[in-house]
């Protein structure tokens, strides 16, 4: 089915290991980004790309680390994890702009714990 | 700044009864606005948008329109199931790439 893949589901690291959560489109989306999902919080985003080779940072970039080499991946890499890294992460793309606004296609998330 | 209020949850309703959860925005432009779901254990989907002012989105039996008087995108069922139990976040976007985020709604709908 398209859609955008995320892997893995869940992860638990200790803190100050690294890790790469996965994100894969088949949708041909020029839009990916990155979201954390935090109780009370809603979604914020931490990263975003609007094509191959280009990316930047949304509102909590620190501790994060992206690259889109490809069109269709997008992966999220943590360099040294912290507790407050704890979270729900949720991969997601759309058409890029002014092709309509369509929302989002969301991936069903990685849910991370560091201990 | 760009910003989205969503009315506290959680929500809990019998089934059969009116639904509301508020929405208020608050936009340096005109955005587009939409309503996502997310089930338990899964990612948000998308459940209706408006792109301008008294545009009505609709979809399964929710609605909301676009008022840019009140600034408010109101979500409303006539009629909720069980099934309808889930998170709702609303949204607004300009570009229809970075969206602006509710802090989500849940809600319960009891048999």
């Known amino acids: 089915n398209a859609g955008v893949t995320q892997t893995p589901k869940f992860q638990v690291l200790k803190t100050g290991q690294s890790m790469t959560l996965q994100c894969a489109q088949d949708?041909?989306?020029?839009?990916m980004s990155w979201y954390r999902q935090d109780p009370g919080m809603g979604l914020r985003l931490i990263h975003y790309?609007?094509?191959?080779?280009?990316?930047d940072q949304g509102e909590v970039p620190n501790g994060y680390n992206v690259s889109r080499s490809t069109t269709e991946d997008f992966p999220l890499r943590l360099l040294s994890a912290a507790p407050s890294q704890t979270s729900v992460y949720f991969c997601?793309?759309?058409?890029?702009?002014?092709?309509?606004?369509?929302?989002?296609?969301f991936g069903s998330g990685t849910r991370l714990t560091v201990v | 700044g760009d910003s989205v209020t969503q009315m506290e949850g959680p929500v809990t309703l019998s089934e059969e009864a009116f639904l509301t959860i508020n929405c208020t925005y608050t936009?340096?432009?005109?955005?587009?606005l939409f309503w996502y779901v997310q089930y338990p254990g899964e990612g948000l989907q998308l459940l209706l948008k408006?792109?301008?002012?008294?545009d009505k989105g609709s979809n399964k039996g929710f609605e909301a329109t676009y008022r840019k008087e009140t600034t408010s995108f109101h979500l409303e069922k006539g009629s909720v199931q069980v099934s309808d139990s889930a998170v709702y976040f609303c949204?607004?976007?300009?570009?229809?790439?970075?969206?602006?985020f509710g802090t989500g709604t849940s809600l319960t709908v009891i048999p």
């Open positions: 997601a793309s759309s058409y890029g702009v002014g092709q309509g606004v369509n929302g989002y296609t």
């Open positions: 949708m041909n989306h020029e839009y």
């Open positions: 790309s609007v094509g191959a080779g280009i990316t």
């Open positions: 936009a340096t432009g005109y955005p587009s």
């Open positions: 408006a792109t301008k002012a008294d």
């Open positions: 949204a607004l976007t300009y570009t229809g790439n970075q969206f602006y």
